[in-house]
């Protein structure tokens, strides 16, 4: 019933930035928790940026100070805003959306990062 479409990965320089989304769909009623994961080649999947259901923000601690993710007046709509990006930033990016009973993942979308 929910659908999550991400996009705005790509290849960027180091210090360069990007923006991603996520945009949600189907029927939402409470969102407990939306925002970000990533995982780099051999690598687990890690958290990058979250809202919890309160509104308020985690981030993980290697992103934080460049990285700033924010949401839409409908709040089903998140945006993740990619600055200073480094190299081991390299991952490919998941929207996670968790609902009252049911976890939500995107299709992902790959940020590169070269130096």
């Known amino acids: 019933q929910v659908q999550l479409v991400e996009s705005g990965g790509g290849l960027v320089q180091a210090g360069g930035s990007l923006r991603l989304s996520c945009a949600a769909s189907?029927?939402?009623?409470?969102?407990?928790?939306m925002g970000w994961y990533r995982q780099a080649p051999g690598k687990q999947r890690e958290l990058v940026a979250m809202?919890?259901?309160?509104?308020?923000?985690n981030y993980d601690d290697s992103v934080k100070g460049r990285f700033t993710i924010s949401r839409d007046n409908g709040k089903s709509t998140v945006y993740l805003q990619m600055n200073s990006l480094k190299p081991e930033d390299t991952a490919v990016y998941y929207c996670?959306?968790?609902?009252?009973?049911?976890?939500?993942w995107g299709q992902g979308t790959q940020v590169t990062v070269s130096s």
């Open positions: 809202f919890t259901s309160g509104g308020a923000t």
């Open positions: 996670h959306l968790a609902i009252p009973g049911r976890i939500y």
């Open positions: 189907g029927s939402i009623f409470k969102i407990n928790a």
